[in-house]
T-cell receptor, first 114, second 116 residues
Framework: KAGVTQTPRYLIKTRGQQVTLSCSPI?????VSWYQQTPGQGLQFLFE???????NKGNFPGRFSGRQFSNSRSEMNVSTLELGDSALYLC?????????????FGSGTQLSVL | AQKVTQAQTEISVVEKEDVTLDCVYE???????LFWYKQPPSGELVFLIR??????QNEISGRYSWNFQKSTSSFNFTITASQVVDSAVYFC?????????????FGQGTELSVKP
């Protein structure tokens, strides 16, 4: 099975711009979650989508949004970029096993805001 | 509140040494799941293990072993006979049964450097 695919791998933007990141989950996985990784804050949960609906959300401002399509692919959007948004954005595809979940991550999109 | 603490920021060992990465967690849930992930320089988080709160059996997988102790809220990870390819950042994470939905609480990570 192909793994989680994230595009683009690297992105450079300037303050005030907006950006869209894409994630294709493992085939058959219906849930996608997004994480932000920075040296200072570590790995932080952004949100999760299941069957095109946002099911869980972390503590990030409204500038961070996402959506999921009927084929389970997901996009994450950040509007009005700030320098502090520079980070590695990781997408995870979830395998549901009974009451538990197992997350499989992509290689991420490295976003630099200048 | 949920929290995961990895007190060791960096560890450096010489190849073939054994190394233990510590993880201490906090949760009020009685049902929860603990994970270890490896992040090599490529950036992808690689799943290593998941353990549920009702299963305190230690697990061994090749050179890797995990020691889960609910009494001390710890889930430590040991690499036996370390190799250069083990060099990476390792993350411990917690998921609560009542608040899953793709949400993992990660520790700050331990950067392991294995020198030849």
């Amino acid at each position: 099975k192909a793994g989680v695919t994230q595009t683009p791998r690297y992105l450079i933007k300037t303050r005030g711009q907006q950006v869209t990141l894409s994630c294709s989950p493992i085939s058959g996985h219906r849930s996608v979650s997004w994480y932000q990784q920075t040296p200072g804050q570590g790995l932080q949960f952004l949100f999760e989508y299941f069957s095109e609906t946002q099911r869980n959300k972390g503590n990030f401002p409204g500038r961070f949004s996402g959506r999921q399509f009927s084929n389970s692919r997901s996009e994450m959007n950040v509007s009005t970029l700030e320098l502090g948004d520079s980070a590695l954005y990781l997408c995870a595809s979830t395998l549901h096993e009974g009451r538990s979940e197992k997350l499989f991550f992509g290689s991420g999109t490295q976003l630099s805001v200048l | 509140a949920q929290k995961v603490t990895q007190a060791q920021t960096e560890i450096s060992v010489v190849e073939k040494e054994d190394v233990t990465l510590d993880c201490v967690y906090e949760t009020r849930d009685t049902t929860y799941y603990l994970f270890w992930y490896k992040q090599p320089p490529s950036g992808e988080l690689v799943f290593l293990i998941r353990r549920n709160s009702f299963d305190e059996q230690n697990e061994i997988s090749g050179r890797y072993s995990w020691n889960f102790q609910k009494s001390t809220s710890s889930f430590n990870f040991t690499i036996t006979a370390s190799q250069v390819v083990d060099s990476a950042v390792y993350f411990c994470a917690l998921s609560e049964a009542g608040n899953q939905g793709g949400k993992l609480i990660f520790g700050q990570g331990t950067e392991l450097s294995v020198k030849p």
